[in-house]
Every structure is written in C-alpha cells, then in structure tokens.
C-alpha cells in the first residue's frame, strides 16, 4: 500500500490562500491517477480535484477557478493550491493515489473563518 502524508492545512481567514502538499511513497509514474477529496462535518464525501497520469485534470464545480492540482514527478509529491478560500470550504482534505488500488492518505484540516 501506498504511503501518503498530507501537509499545509490550517486556519485562513475568508479570501485566502493555502496549499496542500502530498508526499507519496511511490513513484509516480506507476499511478493512473491522483486527486484531492474533502469531508465537513455531517456532510458526504466530496470529490475536489484529479489529476490523470497523462496530465489531464477535473475540478469539482464549486472549486473551478479557485483551486489548482498539480504534482511535481521528481518529488513524488501531489499539490493543491487554494485561492480565494471560503467559509464553505471548511473540511478535512485528503490526498489519493490510484493504481491498482486506491489509497488515501490521514488527512489535513482546513479551515475558513468569516
């Protein structure tokens, strides 16, 4: 299984900006695909952000225009960069990596204050 550590959570006023990091065990031309989900409190899981192994990406509506995924191949490490942060997205934000199997990492709080 796939280790992943997320880093850069954090508490940011509304209007602002954090990045998330994602530190993967493997190699990163062995997976098909990686994204960012969140979860808030009481609320389903929430598909943020992917990035296919060819480059493509996919944004969820409500983060289009706000938030950019990218990756950096030579340090095996899965970016999410979040401007423009709302209130609305409060949650816990965790990374995956997808091969043959899907693996998650703990997770990183962010939080927006009004």
């Known amino acids: 299984q796939v280790q992943l550590v997320e880093s850069g959570g954090g508490l940011v006023q509304a209007g602002g900006s954090l990045r998330l990091s994602c530190a993967a065990s493997?190699?990163?031309?062995?997976?098909?695909?990686m994204g960012w989900s969140r979860q808030a409190p009481g609320r389903p899981r929430e598909l943020v952000a992917v990035?296919?192994?060819?480059?493509?990406?996919i944004y969820a509506e409500s983060v289009k225009g706000r938030f950019t995924i990218s990756r950096d191949n030579a340090k095996n490490t899965l970016y999410l960069q979040m401007n423009s942060l709302r209130p609305e997205d409060t949650a816990a934000y965790h990374c995956?990596?997808?091969?043959?199997?899907?693996?998650w990492g703990q997770g990183t709080q962010v939080t927006v204050s009004s």
């Open positions: 995956w990596v997808e091969s043959d199997r899907r693996s």
């Open positions: 493997t190699n990163f031309f062995t997976l098909n695909a």
């Open positions: 990035i296919r192994s060819g480059g493509t990406t």
